[in-house]
C-alpha cells in the first residue's frame, strides 16, 4: 500500500494505514503502538524536512513464516547532511525536541537510512511479530 505524505492529514492517514496494517500482520498492542509512532515520525519528517513523500507499508512473510511490517517513507528534499549527528537525541534542524530519528530506530527491529545531499531520503524500519 502506498499512502502519499504531503499534509498533516497525510500524516494522520497514514498512522491509521498503518496501524490496520499492524492488526493484520499480527502485531500485538505494544507492537502496533511502536510501528505507528515510528511511522508518524517518518512521515512528519518526509512533509515537514522532505516537502512531502511517500509511504509505502509492505506486511512481511520472513523465515519459518514470521510476519512483520515494513515502512519505508521517501522524501526528494535537501537530504540528511550528518546521519550520524540525525540519529543523536537531541539533534534537530527545527524547533523539534530532537529524538525522531534515533527514537524510530529504538522503536523497530531494523532500521536504513539512504539518503542524498540535494536528492532526498528514503528512511525503511521493519517490525516483526514477537
Known amino acids: 500500500m502506498i499512502r502519499e505524505v504531503r499534509s498533516e492529514e ?21 507492537g502496533q503502538t511502536k510501528i505507528v509512532t515510528a511511522a508518524s515520525e517518518m512521515g ?3 512533509y515537514v524536512h522532505g516537502g512531502g513523500g511517500t509511504m ?7 523465515p519459518g513464516g514470521r510476519r512483520g511490517l515494513r515502512l519505508a517513507v521517501t522524501d526528494r528534499g535537501p537530504g540528511i547532511f550528518d546521519v550520524e ?3 543523536v537525541d537531541g539533534f534537530s534542524t ?3 525536541l530532537g529524538h525522531g530519528l534515533g ?11 539512504d539518503t542524498a545531499v540535494g ?5 525503511t524500519v521493519v517490525r516483526w511479530v514477537a
Open 10 to 30: 497525510d500524516v494522520l492517514a497514514a498512522r491509521h494505514a498503518v496501524r490496520a496494517a499492524a492488526v493484520v500482520a499480527g502485531l500485538d498492542l505494544i
Open 44 to 46: 512528519r519528517n518526509a
Open 56 to 62: 509505502v507499508i509492505t506486511e512481511l512473510v520472513g
Open 85 to 87: 549527528a540525525a540519529l
Open 94 to 96: 527545527c524547533a523539534g
Open 103 to 113: 527514537g524510530t530506530r529504538r522503536l523497530v527491529d531494523e532500521f536504513s537510512i
Open 119 to 123: 536528492e532526498g531520503t528514503t528512511v
